[in-house]
């Protein structure tokens, strides 16, 4: 299914590696079988921290005793959906009104894409979808951003180059009340900024958009790119010190041999990972769910 071909990159390397490790049929648990795991885990960018717990999960078990390759998959399965599982997380709507979603992420990590994929994904469970693109320091975003609109037929508000992010926002929303849309996505800035600036822009969009409604907006989702590995979550962090984000979006997970990241990403963020990107189109974006996430790792 989608989420296995999403991560058949991860998988190949993933088998491969934890095979290689058996060179004959079983393994005696020593320190060396230890270490070598060690390592093959740490390649998946899933973190240290991670792959050690797994490690010392399968040591306390199975130290000085001949493990088949089968047994050690099904105990780092075991352990690494431990690690993932995570309270259900589905997105928030208003309870009257517009659920106004405000999405974050650095240019160039498919932040974009993925709200063509909400946009997609909404309008597929029968919802009216308006965009908002408070992106407005790059002219490109908008204009990539007006391309799917147009493409998903859902009205998108936009505003001048250079122009205040929070009015375009404000006026989405406005919008979105006016023609009872059910879902209102605003993009955001995702340049480098200063961390100050960030702060402020973002701040202020989430400000102005939460006196239009009380409880907006009702989701802030950051958007990661998967390839780009454990550097994304020092990215994530600038984020989440910038705004109160609610939950993750990692994209391009097809991308990778390292969908580990999403372990790591787990543990160091304490957000909810809520989707994740599986290709270019519309219709690849799925729900994050942690069984059949690691499943699929190994599949
Ligand atoms: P933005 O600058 O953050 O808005 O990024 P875009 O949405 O424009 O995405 C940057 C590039 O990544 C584009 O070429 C997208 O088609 C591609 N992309 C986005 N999401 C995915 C994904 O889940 N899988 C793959 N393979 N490519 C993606």
Redesign the pocket.
């Known amino acids: 299914d989608r989420i296995k071909q999403g991560l058949k990159k991860t998988a190949q390397i993933l088998q491969t590696d934890i095979r290689d490790l058996f060179k004959t049929r079983g393994r005696l648990v020593d320190q060396a079988f230890l270490d070598e795991l060690f390592e093959v885990l740490v390649r998946t960018d899933m973190g240290v921290q991670a792959a050690q717990q797994l490690v010392d999960q399968i040591a306390q078990k199975y130290r000085n005793r001949v493990i088949e390759w089968s047994e050690a998959i099904e105990e780092i399965k075991k352990g690494l959906k431990d690690l993932l599982r995570q309270p259900e997380s589905p997105i928030r709507f208003a309870s009257q009104g517009p659920t106004v979603i405000m999405v974050c992420?650095?240019?160039?990590?498919?932040?974009?894409?993925?709200?063509?994929k909400l946009a997609y994904m909404f309008q597929s469970q029968g919802k009216k979808v308006l965009l908002g693109a408070a992106d407005t320091f790059r002219a490109a975003?908008v204009e990539?951003l007006s391309i799917w609109a147009q493409r998903l037929g859902v009205e998108i508000v936009t505003g001048p180059q250079g122009s205040d992010p929070a009015a375009v926002g404000h006026r989405a929303v406005a919008r979105a009340i006016e023609t009872q849309a059910d879902v209102c996505i605003v993009d955001t800035a995702?340049r480098l900024q200063t961390h100050q600036n960030l702060m402020r822009e973002l701040s202020k969009i989430h400000r102005v958009l939460g006196k239009q409604i009380p409880e907006a907006p009702h989701e802030v989702l950051l958007?990661l790119?998967a390839t780009t590995g454990q550097n994304g979550i020092s990215q994530a962090k600038h984020f989440s010190e910038a705004v109160k984000c609610t939950g993750l979006v990692l994209?391009?997970?097809?991308?990778t041999a390292k969908g580990g990241v999403v372990v790591a990403i787990r543990q160091q963020m304490g957000l909810p990972v809520k989707f994740?990107?599986?290709?270019?189109k519309p219709e690849?974006?799925l729900p994050f769910d942690a069984d059949s996430f690691v499943d699929a790792m190994f599949a």
């Open positions: 992420g650095v240019n160039g990590c498919g932040k974009t894409t993925t709200i063509a975003a990539q995702g958007v790119d994209a391009k997970l097809d991308g994740v990107g599986v290709g270019e690849d974006l």
